[in-house]
Nanobody
Framework: QVQVTESGGGLVQAGDSLRLSCVVS????????TGWWRQAPGKEREFVAA???????YYKDYLKGRFTISKDNAKNTVYLQMDSLKPEDTAIYYC????????????????????WGQGTQVTVSS
């Protein structure tokens, strides 16, 4: 059974940085495509970034440049480095994983995978 566990959220001030971690464990695959989504109060869940097993990445357009997704295969961990945080980045951040790719960058299409973490709260104060 695949388990997805996020960590690293917290309360920061505008302009600060934060790094979220996501560990995918318990499955039979050696690598899972992994992505980050976020949901702010009263809003729908939105895509943030994703990374494939071949290290290909894809970002929400307006977040690219401030957010960086990366992975450490040895630790089965995917990271989301968030810089220059803004109050509008306040949300619950969810890690999402799947055996198949979560995006097609040429088609500019993303999809939600089968496995979700419980979420980690990120709060950015002004």
């Amino acid at each position: 059974q695949v388990q997805v566990t996020e960590s690293g959220g917290g309360l920061v001030q505008a302009g600060d940085s934060l790094r979220l971690s996501c560990v995918v464990s318990g499955g039979t695959y050696s690598c899972y495509s992994t992505g980050w989504w976020r949901q702010a109060p009263g809003k729908e869940r939105e895509f943030v970034a994703a990374i494939r097993c071949d290290d290909g990445t894809y970002y929400k357009d307006y977040l690219k440049g401030r957010f960086t997704i990366s992975k450490d295969n040895a630790k089965n961990t995917v990271y989301l480095q968030m810089d220059s945080l803004k109050p509008e980045d306040t949300a619950i951040y969810y890690c999402n994983a799947d055996e198949n790719p979560l995006f097609n960058s040429k088609a500019r299409v993303v999809r939600q995978g089968d496995y979700w973490g419980q979420g980690t709260q990120v709060t950015v104060s002004s």
